[in-house]
DNA sequence: TCGTTTTTGATTAATATTGATCAAAAGTAA
DNA sequence: TTACTTTTGATCAATATTAATCAAAAACGA
């Protein structure tokens, strides 16, 4: 057997049993407590697991190594943009939260608080479900497989029967006159139903999508409320949102 | 028998085996474990599995670990069940699966079908969202993060959109005198949409289940139309089924 | 057909993994 | 604190796996 397996089988172990020494595990995986010691220091390292004195423990929320990084763009700038945002999130709060990768980096600064989350994204579900403080609520529908996405009719029928405090979306482009554009019609009618049905709608959008148009309009600027964005706004451009009435924040 | 070729036997036999060594590849495709290291270095370059020291693992989702069914406790009971309930799918089927373990299981034994699902089960999710021959909808509503799955009225309103020809789905009691029964109501409401909704409905139950009686009564047993159940089942309690009208099969 | 390119399989040196051993460190009890 | 036990990390030898190299075989094009 081999690193990754004895690593699968040991975080599964660890998952039914909260926490085992190392000779239980050694005689799970049929394996020397040298192997288990090597293997645990490993894992503990990767931060999915707590090592302890004679063994190891579960770690309650372990980091998802997967989509935040394999996702790949993960930029600072994303990150500090999410953090803005989560920073207008308040507990009680009631927040709608759309697909997009920006708004998923939002979800490691909400996991403190005690909210509500209505989503179509099952990166931002599976990020959360874990967390006790906040409750999900599903956008049911037509499953996108390359989104990782629910959309549709029935989602946004789905969508019309629930009322957000905020809604926190993402945008391929934004623009003084073509208002927020979008890549794809399936995207674009979930974030405007996000829009028709929240008090308040913030958008997240890193400085390269201002100015930028798309192909289906479909959302006027008035629709928003805050901008989020980047030091790395245009000026000229950020300066004909606002006077479109945008209250425009730049995050870091 | 070229790379393409290969690399399509490998994925395959890696997504029955989970794990497999150079050499046992090198057997199944009766190649040489140089060939092989080649082959597992390029396509685990391209993402499609992990390399591991002297094998090769099935890649997995990251977004689906989250909530992926522990694979510990699947008896073979209910795994034939399972398989003589996927024997009723059809391709072109547009099939309901609830989130009963037993139903679950029924999963591995879909993927070589051309089916639409529609569920409320992250774990059926999970274990289907990388198939592509499989469309899936997903049950929107309030998530029960213990059963992994989504309830509650939005749930069930969602459900009444849609129309399946067939309903899989478990209970937590069935018996000829109070039919079908269930531990908790929020369960019990959406396994009734289903059946609602469904042309036919099949229940998977095991044995221990049949003449047990939980306290919400939520069905009738002429509501469905097969008993899936196994060997074990008491013969006396099984004919009482029977001479109520309700066709059971006995697996394995 | 022949010559060229690509792929394969065998060989081998380099590398990685494993379990055993043991001194040092950490925990435990009095 | 001290004495005692347990756990650890380092090292080492044995074993297994790999990557690199090269010749043979297969595929390909003219």
Redesign the pocket.
């Known amino acids: 057997?081999?690193?990754q397996e004895?690593k699968k089988k040991i975080l599964a172990a660890l998952d039914d049993a909260e926490s085992l020494?190392?000779?239980e595990l050694a005689e799970i995986l049929?394996?020397?407590?040298?192997?288990i010691?090597?293997?645990?220091?490993d894992i503990a390292e990767e931060g999915l697991l707590l090592?302890?004195?004679?063994?190891a423990m579960k770690i309650e929320n372990p980091i998802l190594t997967g989509f935040s990084e394999k996702s790949g763009v993960n930029s600072p700038v994303k990150e500090r943009i999410a953090e803005r945002a989560a920073s207008y999130v308040q507990d009680g709060d009631i927040i709608f939260l759309d697909c997009g990768s920006t708004v998923f980096q939002m979800c490691r600064f909400l996991k403190k608080k005690s909210i509500r989350v209505i989503t179509n994204s099952l990166p931002v579900l599976a990020e959360l479900i874990d967390v006790a403080s906040i409750q999900i609520n599903l956008i049911g529908g037509e499953l996108n497989k390359a989104r990782k996405a629910v959309h549709g009719d029935k989602a946004v029928q789905h969508i019309n029967g629930y009322h957000a405090n905020k809604a926190f979306i993402g945008v391929d482009g934004l623009s003084a006159e073509n208002g927020l554009t979008a890549h794809s019609e399936h995207e674009s009618t979930i974030t405007t139903a996000f829009i028709r049905n929240a008090g308040q709608v913030m958008l997240l959008c890193d400085a390269t999508k201002i100015g930028r148009d798309s192909y289906v309009k479909f959302a006027e600027l008035s629709a928003i409320h805050t901008l989020i964005t980047d030091a790395g706004a245009d000026a000229a451009k950020t300066t004909a949102l606002q006077q479109n009435g945008l209250h425009v924040e730049i995050a870091g």
């Not at 049929?30 to 192997?35: G, K, Q």
């Open positions: 057997m081999n690193f004895r020494t190392v000779f049929d394996a020397s407590p040298a192997t010691r090597r293997d645990l220091g090592r302890t004195h004679g063994g």
